[in-house]
C-alpha cells in the first residue's frame, strides 16, 4: 500500500490533521530529511525539515489555533494535490505584524512529492497578500 495514490493521499490527510493538533514535531518525522521546500518569490528550494519546522512554528506562534480546512486532495503518481483553507485568531507575532486578535481565513494551493512514505516535497503558493490584508485593514 505504501506508495500508492490512496496511502500518499491519506499521509498527507494525516500530516493535515496533525498540523492542525499543533504536532508540529510530529509532522515533522513524516517529512524526509533532505524534504524540499519550493517557496513562491525563492529561485531555489530550502532543504531539510528544519525549515519547513521554523515556518509552521512561526505561523502557528500567530495563529496558535490554526484550522486547516481540506476543500480539495487528489493523486496522481507519487504526487498529492491539496487545495486548503487556513483559519485561526491573530493572538501572536506574525510576519513582523503584532497579534491584532482578528479572525483571519485564507487559501492555499499546494502539491506534494512523496517518496516511500515520507513527504520529500512541497510546492505551495499561499494567499499571503489576502492574509495579510486582513491584519492590515483599519478596525
Known amino acids: 500500500m505504501a506508495g500508492s495514490v490512496e496511502a ?3 499521509l498527507m490527510r494525516t500530516a493535515f490533521e496533525t498540523l492542525e493538533r499543533g504536532d508540529v514535531d510530529a509532522c515533522a518525522k513524516m517529512l524526509t530529511e533532505d524534504f524540499l521546500a519550493n517557496l513562491p518569490g525563492l529561485p531555489e528550494p530550502l532543504q531539510g525539515r528544519e525549515i519547513w519546522e521554523a515556518g509552521t512554528r512561526s505561523m502557528l506562534e500567530g495563529f496558535p489555533d490554526l484550522r486547516v480546512g481540506i476543500e480539495d486532495i487528489f493523486g496522481a503518481g507519487d504526487k498529492v494535490a491539496v487545495r486548503l483553507r487556513f483559519s485561526g485568531t491573530h493572538t501572536g507575532p506574525f510576519q513582523g505584524v503584532p497579534a491584532t486578535h482578528r479572525r483571519v481565513s485564507f487559501t492555499s494551493i499546494e502539491m506534494y512529492r512523496i517518496a516511500g512514505d515520507k513527504i520529500a516535497e512541497e510546492w505551495v503558493s499561499p494567499d499571503m497578500m489576502g492574509l ?4 492590515s485593514e483599519p478596525a
Open 132 to 135: 495579510m490584508r486582513q491584519l
Open 8 to 10: 500518499n493521499v491519506a
